[in-house]
């Protein structure tokens, strides 16, 4: 079983809507969860982290976390064209740093 | 500003070369990376690093090796070039331990070996 997983994309989504991305993890000891975004040619850079059961916002992200289902998600709202990117779901656990195989996510004008 | 360089953003070597790839990263953190990006795949960590001359294995470990002699510079090595570690190649660096603390990331290499 792989560490993260995410839903498979891509995912297209229209300009204004909500964008959902998705996470499981396999590692029960996990501290730290991120979301990282990665555009086309670029390095990641980080979104959001999270840490503690619940929600946590921040503009229009809002990063939710399960420890007990093991899920962490991403919500986008009023979705952009310049949100278009792949998104890479990570978690820390000790002092490794775990990646998903990232969602792409298209945002249609 | 923050800074972590790889030392090529681009490099093409032949099968059975050894073949160095350098990270150096100037915020004084402990902890250092080594992934590589595939397609479909995502960040499949290589190699990590806690502290000089320390190194565990990530996933992916077969076929490379690292070196951390100085608390600045982490170098990935490949012993033997083979074509399958044709890749985007990406070193990360953060501060050790503490919750949601961000890991910056180098330009990446893009390494083709023919």
């Known amino acids: 079983q792989k560490e993260v997983e995410q839903n498979s994309g891509p995912l297209s989504v229209p300009e204004g809507a909500i964008a959902s991305l998705n996470c499981t993890y396999s590692?029960?000891?996990?501290?730290?969860f991120f979301w990282y975004r990665q555009y086309s040619g670029k390095s990641p850079e980080l979104i959001m982290f999270?840490?503690?059961?619940g929600d946590k916002e921040d503009g229009r992200f809002t990063a939710q976390l399960n420890k007990a289902s093991q899920y962490v998600s991403l919500l986008i709202r009023d979705s952009q064209p310049s949100d278009s990117a792949t998104y890479l779901c990570?978690?820390?656990?000790?002092?490794?740093?775990?990646f998903g195989q990232g969602t792409r996510l298209t945002i249609n004008p | 500003d923050v800074k972590v360089t790889q030392s090529s953003r681009y490099l093409v070597k032949r099968t059975g070369e050894k073949v160095f790839l350098e990270c150096v990263q100037d915020m004084d953190h402990e902890n250092m990376f080594w992934y590589r990006q595939d397609p479909g795949l995502g960040l499949r960590l290589i190699y990590f690093s806690y502290d000089v001359k320390m190194k565990e294995k990530g996933d992916i470990p077969e076929g490379y090796s690292v070196s951390r002699e100085k608390k600045e510079r982490f170098s990935l090595i490949l012993e033997s070039a083979s074509t399958n570690q044709t890749s985007m190649y990406l070193c990360a660096s953060k501060i050790r331990g503490g919750w949601g603390t961000e890991a910056f990331f180098g330009q990446g290499t893009r390494l083709t070996v023919v």
């Open positions: 990570a978690f820390q656990g000790a002092q490794k740093l775990v």
């Open positions: 590692d029960r000891g996990s501290q730290s």
């Open positions: 999270i840490y503690s059961n």
